[in-house]
């Protein structure tokens, strides 16, 4: 409901701009992030990018998890011999995004990335590996909360300008 600040009915029939200030140059601390760049914008940012590197490192590369393993395992045409490579592959890849979601670079491109790849790795856990995962609706359920977050470290990045 952005668009309606600073409009009345009485600002309307006095003949108001119909261009809404919020249009025109952002309110003092919204445009330049200083509000949110705080110690919560840093915080949520170290929470994304730990969830990578949790997910990348300690549960595909070392010391791996039984049922990470087994889900890249039920992957149609995985051969056996190549799902621990995969999962270091994998495992690295995760890492890097969470560095990358760290740096702050390129907010918008990481977090579409990021989404991406959530969607992704839900999706084939769910086709392909379902038996291996004990709660699949609390897996969605935090997988939602992860991409909200995702986005709104994206939102409170230095540079990007929310109209």
Known sequence: MDFLV?????ALRAGASDVPPAAEAPPEGRGD?????GWQGVLARWAVALVWFYEGLWCKVWPGRDDQRAIVGDVPHMPAWAVTTALIV?????AAIGLWA???LWARAAAVVQTALVVVFNAGGLLFGL??????GRMLTQNLAFVALIWLVERTSPGVVVR
């Open 6 to 10: 600073g409009f009345s009915p009485a």
């Open 90 to 94: 994998i495992g690295i890849a995760e």
């Open 33 to 37: 992030r200083s509000v949110v760049m």
């Open 131 to 136: 038996d291996h995962i004990a709660e699949p």
């Open 102 to 104: 760290l740096s702050g």
